[in-house]
């Protein structure tokens, strides 16, 4: 039963969320927004109103690829977002900008984010070999090992969810506050952001369940040991 429960976790979960993300972006993406701004204009608009000046606002290939870059301080949105004048379009936007904004304002859990990341992708990118070495070499230590690196990058993305719900918070107070869309396209706005949102909590999920499984396989070997 524990096993089907970790697969239905891992691969039931991630799916739902990418076909939920993908029918509710699609669906705003064809409604207009009324301000009738592009994504672009719109994050050019909240940066300066806020008094990014600095931070530029550039097209990026691929889909659903929009992301801010704190080092080049450049906030990249995919072309549909970019010069879409959709509710999606703006969502999109604005919430990235949300990025920038806790960048200006040195929000705890975004340093916290970027303080983890060399550690974070190195226990990602040597976890899963760390532990396959403590299996083939029925070694615990080894695989204590492989969870350690791998629960740094867990942490990682058990950060990013507070920095990731805290910038839609900010895009959807930008939009209304700016005039990027009105008090009834909110909700509209709300569900794009929390389906984009999603995707994170299932792969937090996803990582969690992942390192529970190699806890568990320690906990096993150290019992057969004894």
Request: no cysteine.
């Amino acid at each position: 039963m524990g096993y089907i429960v970790y697969f239905i976790i891992i691969m039931a979960v991630p799916l739902l969320v990418q076909i939920y993300l993908k029918k509710t972006y699609s669906t705003y993406l064809e409604v207009p927004a009324s301000s009738g701004m592009t994504g672009a204009e719109a994050a050019r608009k909240v940066l300066d109103d806020n008094g990014l000046y600095h931070v530029a606002v550039e097209e990026v290939r691929g889909h659903l690829s929009d992301h801010y870059d704190p080092r080049d301080k450049v906030v990249r949105l995919s072309s549909s977002n970019f010069h879409g004048t959709s509710i999606a379009a703006i969502s999109v936007g604005t919430h990235e900008v949300g990025h920038a904004i806790q960048d200006q304002v040195d929000y705890g859990p975004l340093r916290l984010r970027h303080s983890l990341v060399p550690v974070a992708n190195f226990g990602s990118s040597m976890s899963f070999f760390v532990i396959l070495a403590g299996m083939l070499l029925q070694s615990a230590n080894f695989i204590l090992l492989g969870i350690f690196l791998m629960a740094a990058a867990v942490l990682f993305q058990v950060v990013t969810l507070p920095v990731e719900f805290n910038a839609s918070s900010r895009a959807l107070t930008q939009m209304v506050s700016s005039g990027l869309i009105r008090n009834d396209e909110e909700g509209e706005a709300r569900k794009v952001l929390n389906a984009a949102a999603l995707t994170y909590v299932a792969a937090t999920l996803v990582a969690i369940a992942e390192l529970l499984r190699f806890v568990l396989m320690f906990i096993g070997m150290r019992n057969d040991e004894e």
